[in-house]
């Protein structure tokens, strides 16, 4: 059983910073791949970014060049560090794992969910 916690979530202006952590315990072996995902009212989950056992990142086309996901392995924690945050990023931010498939943002691909952190962006 794998258990994720997020942090870092918070309320910033637009154009502000937050960087998000999700603190994972449990084993996972073989190539497995973390991602962040978000779910704003009334929408459907998407997902924001991944990085998978050999460090391959992927980005969603709205947050490219202003997030950056990245993994500490020593710590087991993933990040999600987020630059010129806009109104249309607020929601609630998963962390999510699962064993690397093809759609690497797709939330049918993983397995285990964090609780969620909520990040809202005011104009």
Not at 33 to 50: I, N, Y
Request: proline content about 2%; aromatic content about 12%; charged content about 20%.
């Amino acid at each position: 059983q794998v258990r994720l916690v997020e942090s870092g979530g918070g309320s910033v202006q637009s154009g502000g910073s937050l960087r998000l952590s999700c603190a994972a315990s449990g084993y996972m072996g073989g190539h497995y791949r973390m991602g962040w995902f978000r779910q704003a009212p009334g929408k459907e989950r998407e997902g924001v970014a991944a990085v998978d056992s050999y460090g391959s990142t992927t980005y969603a086309d709205s947050v490219k060049g202003r997030f950056t996901i990245s993994q500490d392995n020593a710590k087991n924690t993933v990040y999600l560090q987020m630059n010129g945050l806009k109104p249309e990023d607020t929601a609630m931010y998963y962390c999510a794992a699962g064993r690397a498939g093809y759609y690497h943002l797709a939330p049918d691909e993983y397995d285990y969910w964090g609780q969620g952190t909520q990040v809202t962006v005011s104009s």
